[in-house]
């Protein structure tokens, strides 16, 4: 499974990106896809995640409201839209993907997910 993801940049605060993963492999190897990112410094977070079956969403506390999570099943893309980005939202991201259809207390840590990418930096700064 290869997850390559784009769309990283620089942008002021209050601006939005749009990250995209598009993955290729096992088609079963990506029940699970998502976010986690990392800030100098600071541990590994998880930003969303979404069912790849059903589609049910999930959100980190500190992106809810702002971020939303998608999928193009067809191109087998996932996408994470980004508003009102705030120098705090400064990290590499990462697209990550598991085999298992996560329950919610599991969907948070990074230890379950098979597969990452290889990270795109956001900058939010004036």
């Known amino acids: 499974v290869q997850l390559q993801a784009s769309g990283g940049g620089l942008v002021q605060p209050g601006g939005s990106l749009r990250l995209s993963c598009a993955a290729s492999g096992r088609s079963l190897s990506r029940e699970t896809m998502g976010w986690f990112r990392q800030a100098p410094g600071k541990e590994r977070e998880f930003v969303a995640a979404?069912?790849?079956?059903?589609?049910?969403?999930f959100y980190g506390d500190s992106v809810k409201g702002r971020f939303t999570i998608s999928r193009n099943s067809a191109e087998s893309t996932v996408y994470l839209q980004m508003n009102s980005l705030q120098p705090e939202d400064t990290a590499v991201y990462y697209c990550?993907?598991?085999?298992?259809?996560?329950?919610?207390?599991?969907?948070?840590?990074?230890?379950?997910?098979?597969?990452w990418g290889q990270g795109t930096q956001v900058i939010v700064s004036s």
């Open positions: 990550v993907t598991s085999e298992l259809s996560l329950i919610l207390s599991e969907i948070r840590k990074p230890a379950r997910y098979n597969y």
């Open positions: 979404i069912r790849w079956s059903g589609g049910s969403k």
